[in-house]
């Protein structure tokens, strides 16, 4: 009699498609949800702007948005940490079934809300302290939320096709019971907030339940150990193999898809705004819509319009490039090099936001001057995370798999890549000490922007052509 369940498998696996597809459209998915987390601070800022309720200043607008920031962050490394685990179980898969089609698409639908949980808790945050019904129904949404996706994941890795190897299939096991146990534990958690989130509790209420997540995190790591042993009976030996980070590596591909998406995204979603009328109508840079100089409105928004293109070419020229180069000798990511790019694109996906800053604090020389110091801020955050990326990956050249065939192969494209890595974070600290020791907006703008778009390509050429003629030299002459 023939068996079911493979029968079943075998008609789902014909019915399914190459895992690379699956992998595209889901590393897609990844980038859009990553880079929207930080929309809502971007639209809080313009809906203050539309509704002529500005903040009196710059910093005020950043201490009253700190904890929507912080979520921000939080929950882009979530997002992140969700793509990496979907790299690592999706790792050398060629097919996938209908089965595991349907599987991941509620497993992108969970991941998909996770944005709207930070926007929520966000909102609850920025509500009045003794209006605590908004923050407990945000925090329970959100865990229950985290618990769907960990659930969804198992699933996941319960339909992926087995393979013939025995690590493998411990590794797969320990995923499974890690991430239903997960599962369980933030099911569990999620209805907490109706105990501790009280009047007379919450000083110490809020960080004590978002220290249980992070406890009952590491505590599916250590139940899904455990059943290994006593369960399934796997040596110390096996089980040790599963927690070595070579274990949680995947392919290079998956970052460069995920990366570019980020990247892209955040290069052109300011643009939106800047072009639209209506802002200009509501700060009075317009009268309406329909009585509009071209001119005049392009004049007033010079500096935003600036800040979008010194942006733009910052992120599809250097950083892009930057990484593109950095990162094409690598075959394989593991977990600190993820967590350094997840940095770095988290801080390019807040770009929009602080060019929103300048686009909301025009008007006063002094409010400008505090913007572009953020902005500058933020780029800074940028360059140092491309520096440190590309310092691991040079110091850690004999224990990460490379291909050997596009390795530098002389020692002046070593140099230059060092020496143009300085570059960028030399000339953005130039640009912010100049934007704090220059009390004119107006100078500290123009001496900043000065440094991006004339000092940082100039000193580039210079780099470069010093190259050139050190690659000269070691090459014995230009051949034809």
């Known amino acids: ?54 903040q009196t200043s710059v910093t005020a607008a950043l201490s ?65 302290d003794s209006d605590l019904a908004t923050y407990k129904g945000a925090s329970i949404f959100f865990v229950a939320l985290l618990s769907c996706v960990r659930f969804s994941g198992a699933l996941l890795v319960y339909l992926l096709p087995m393979r013939n190897d025995a690590f493998r299939l411990c590794l797969r096991r320990r995923r499974l019971v890690q991430e239903g146990v997960g599962g369980l534990f933030f099911a569990g958690l999620a209805a907490l907030p109706l105990i501790l ?89 317009v009268s309406s819509c329909e009585d509009i100089d071209v001119v005049s409105y392009l004049y007033n928004r010079r500096s935003q319009l600036s800040a979008y293109v010194v942006s733009f070419v ?37 770009l929009p936001y602080s060019i929103e800053l300048m686009m909301s604090y025009d008007e006063s020389d002094e409010q400008r001057r505090h913007a572009v110091i953020f902005w500058l801020c933020n780029v800074l955050l940028i360059s140092l995370n491309i520096l440190a990326m590309g310092g691991w990956i040079m110091s850690n050249y004999h224990t990460l798999p490379r291909d050997e065939a ?24 130039c640009g912010i000490l100049a934007a704090v020791l220059d009390s004119d907006g107006e100078s500290a703008w123009r001496t900043a922007i000065g440094f991006q778009i004339i000092a940082h390509p100039l000193s580039q050429v210079f780099v470069f052509w010093r190259y050139m003629k050190a690659y000269e030299a070691e090459e014995g002459g230009w051949k034809e």
């Open 406 to 429: 596009e390795r530098p192969k002389k020692t002046a494209t070593g140099k230059w890549k060092i020496s143009s890595g300085f570059l960028l974070p030399f000339w953005t600290v």
């Open 314 to 350: 910052l992120i599809c020229a250097k950083l892009w490039a930057r990484h593109a180069s950095m990162w094409k000798h690598v075959k394989q990511c593991g977990i600190l090099l993820h967590f350094l790019n997840t940095q770095c694109c988290c801080f390019i996906a807040l």
């Open 64 to 128: 009253e948005g700190a904890l929507p920031l912080l979520y921000c962050l939080v929950t882009f490394n979530i997002v992140s940490r969700t793509q990496l685990f979907h790299c690592i179980i999706f790792d050398k898969v060629e097919r996938a079934s209908a089965l595991v089609i349907v599987a991941n698409t509620f497993f992108m639908l969970f991941v998909s809300f996770i944005p709207m949980g930070q926007t929520l808790l966000s909102n609850a945050s920025m509500a009045s």
């Open 197 to 285: 989130f009280k009047d007379e509790n919450k000083e110490w209420g809020f960080p004590l339940y978002w220290v249980l997540l992070a406890v009952s995190y590491k505590l599916s790591k250590i139940v899904s150990l455990m059943t290994l042993r006593r369960y399934w009976g796997y040596s110390e030996e096996m089980v040790a193999k599963t927690r070595d980070l070579k274990s949680k590596r995947y392919s290079r591909s998956r970052v460069d898809a995920y990366t570019d998406g980020v990247l892209a995204i955040s290069a052109t979603l300011i643009i939106l705004d800047i072009g639209s009328c209506e802002q200009g109508a509501s700060v009075g840079m």
């Open 1 to 54: 009699m023939p068996n079911r369940k493979s029968s079943l498998n075998s008609a789902a696996l014909a019915l399914g498609v190459r895992g690379y597809r699956i992998t595209s459209l889901s590393d897609a998915l990844f980038s859009i949800i990553a880079t929207i987390t930080a929309v809502p601070l971007a639209a809080s800022v313009a809906e203050s702007r539309k509704s002529d309720d500005q």
